[in-house]
């Protein structure tokens, strides 16, 4: 009960701040309607505002402040008009409708779990080689965390532009990019897992005369769930991210990514917000559910989450 009281107030206080916030984002604004419409206000022309600090506009015009949370195309949207987006671009319309935030994110999410199956195939192979191969393990290892270092922005229209020059086009450009993101912290925490056995849990084996596949099978691979489950809930996310950047160097028409670029192209800030907290709240599911799945397996084996 603590904790949702916790919860809820530190929320409540977000809300708070984010509609303070958007009074003198979008008066500048809200002004230049009210002076279009006839309206009053201080001061009385728009170059004299401009040079004038929004606090400033806010003290000398406080009936406009109102006016701030409602506008059609504000610098920064209110909460309720986010909420508001998000539930007609949701329950209000078909899931196969252009219009939906439902029918972007299934496009973004069939390239962000495409991108996660191979990032975490591929994290897995190279932790295993990692732990049993010494070169591998100076040769690998520090390529793996140069790679992270390049910027994705940069690197996926180079990646894009690659690919599709060689006739590869559609979901695998995309899914390449939430891979790139997603399989280095499989990596780092699979290494970290398989390496979690002490010299005693080691040595126990040895005596029992096993061998390295044994060893690993019935030792390194279950000592090393815990870390894996927790490198796959970031690895999961860091694919969406993937998944909606490479969507933008394309000019995608559906995804979350195509749907931040033509609210971006026609300024309507809303719609970016309510792609934005889409993406969240995809990303928020898919975690759960790596949670969820997490638990029923560390429950057979055992082992306490």
Not at 15 to 32: E, T
Not at 78 to 92: G, K, N, S
Not at 101 to 109: E, G, M, P, R
Not at 175 to 190: K, R, T
Request: glycine share 8%.
């Amino acid at each position: 009960m603590k904790s949702l009281v916790a919860v809820l107030t530190v929320l409540a206080a977000i809300i708070a701040l984010w509609y303070a916030a958007c009074v003198p984002m979008n008066i500048k604004g809200v002004l230049d309607q009210a002076e279009r419409a006839g309206a009053e206000v201080t001061p009385a022309t728009a170059k004299a505002r401009r040079d004038m600090s929004e606090i400033g506009l806010v003290a000398n015009n406080s009936f406009a402040i109102g006016e701030t949370w409602v506008q059609d195309r504000p610098r920064l949207p209110a909460p309720h008009q986010v909420a508001v987006e998000l539930w007609e671009t949701t329950v209000e319309k078909k899931i196969t409708s252009k219009r939906s935030l439902i029918y972007h994110a299934q496009v973004t999410l069939s390239a962000t779990l495409l991108g996660f199956a191979i990032g975490t195939g591929l994290g897995i192979l190279l932790a295993v080689g990692i732990v049993h191969s010494r070169v591998m393990d100076m040769s690998v290892m520090p390529w793996a965390i140069v790679s992270q270092t390049i910027p994705i922005i940069a690197l996926a229209p180079m990646i894009i532009v690659v690919l599709y020059s060689i006739g590869v086009q559609g979901i695998i450009p995309k899914a390449v990019i939430s891979a790139y993101l997603s399989f280095f912290p499989v990596v780092v925490g699979m290494v970290k897992g398989l390496r979690a056995p002490d010299t005693m849990q080691l040595d126990l084996l040895k005596t029992y005369n096993a061998n390295t596949s044994q060893g690993f099978w019935k030792l390194r691979l279950p000592s090393s769930m815990p870390y894996l489950f927790a490198s796959l809930k970031i690895g999961i996310a860091a694919s969406l991210v993937g998944a909606i950047v490479g969507e933008l160097p394309t000019g995608a028409v559906a995804g979350l990514g195509a749907r931040l670029l033509a609210g971006s192209y026609y300024g309507q800030t809303v719609q970016i917000w309510s792609a934005l907290f889409a993406a969240a709240i995809l990303a928020a599911a898919l975690v759960a559910l790596l949670g969820l799945i997490e638990k029923l397996v560390l429950s057979r084996m055992g082992v306490r989450a």
